[in-house]
């Protein structure tokens, strides 16, 4: 009869603790969606409002952000640009080029320390000139075949929809990232901020 009652024990114990942690995980979420938000509503220069938004401003083509999935934030730069709608548009299956840069995010408008990856020949310079040893990254385009190259949820859920030549920031919680998966200087459970520009997309 004990044995039974420690097993019972153990098994309340091992469901608490995994609820326990799954609900940590949320939260850590949950914090980093609040963050971005704030961030993108507040200091963000342009300021944005919610995509779901605009029809209600009194502002002429106000800039927004739209939450392409629960996790994924992304803000085109250039959307109102009158030439936007003739460039070819991404979809599943596309080939793009990307010249990017991915950052840390904090809650703040990304600096320089925060990059932890670039082709942006501009930015490795710059990292260059802070002591950084950059021999091996490269000014090469990044190919992406969507729905089938390894890359981060947030990015490849955030190029559908756009086109070519979009200037892109895309604003990700962990779970749309990395998880609880230590990649290079990324922390563990970090939010990440990717900006972008689609030099080209093949069909």
Same mark, same amino acid.
């Given at each position: 009869?004990?044995?039974?009652?420690?097993?019972? *024990?153990?098994?309340?114990?091992s469901l $608490?603790?995994?609820?326990?942690?799954?609900?940590?995980?949320? +939260?850590?979420?949950?914090?980093q969606r609040?963050?971005? /938000?704030?961030? $993108?509503?507040?200091?963000?220069?342009?300021?944005?409002? %919610?995509?779901?938004?605009?029809? !209600?401003?009194?502002? @002429?083509? =106000? =800039?927004?952000?739209?939450?392409?999935?629960?996790?994924?934030?992304?803000?085109?730069?250039?959307?109102?640009? =009158?030439?936007?709608?003739?460039? /070819? !548009?991404?979809?599943?299956?596309?080939?793009?080029?990307?010249? *990017?840069?991915?950052?840390?995010?904090?809650?703040? @408008?990304?600096?320089?320390?925060?990059?932890? $990856?670039?082709? +942006?020949?501009v930015q490795?310079?710059?990292?260059?000139?802070?002591?950084? %040893?950059?021999?091996?990254?490269?000014?090469?385009?990044?190919?992406?075949?969507?729905?089938?190259? %390894?890359?981060? @949820?947030?990015?490849?859920?955030?190029?559908?929809?756009?086109?070519?030549?979009?200037?892109?920031?895309?604003?990700?919680?962990? +779970?749309?990232?990395?998880?609880?998966?230590? /990649?290079?200087? /990324?922390?563990?459970?970090?939010?990440?901020?990717?900006?972008?520009?689609?030099?080209?997309?093949?069909?």
């Amino acid at each position: 009869m004990k044995s039974k009652i420690w097993i019972a *024990f153990v098994v309340a114990t091992s469901l $608490l603790f995994s609820v326990a942690c799954g609900d940590e995980a949320v +939260d850590v979420a949950e914090t980093q969606r609040n963050s971005i /938000v704030s961030y $993108l509503t507040s200091s963000h220069s342009p300021r944005l409002i %919610n995509k779901k938004d605009v029809g !209600q401003a009194l502002e @002429k083509n =106000p =800039p927004f952000y739209e939450q392409v999935e629960y996790n994924t934030f992304r803000y085109i730069d250039d959307y109102y640009n =009158p030439e936007r709608e003739s460039r /070819v !548009q991404v979809a599943e299956g596309d080939e793009v080029e990307l010249t *990017f840069t991915a950052y840390i995010f904090s809650g703040s @408008k990304p600096a320089v320390s925060a990059i932890y $990856l670039t082709n +942006d020949q501009v930015q490795i310079d710059a990292l260059q000139n802070t002591g950084l %040893n950059v021999e091996y990254w490269k000014a090469e385009p990044l190919k992406v075949k969507i729905g089938q190259t %390894n890359i981060i @949820k947030g990015v490849e859920v955030s190029l559908i929809g756009c086109r070519e030549g979009d200037s892109v920031e895309v604003y990700m919680t962990l +779970d749309a990232a990395y998880g609880d998966d230590v /990649v290079g200087v /990324v922390p563990l459970e970090s939010s990440v901020v990717w900006y972008y520009t689609i030099d080209k997309v093949v069909r």
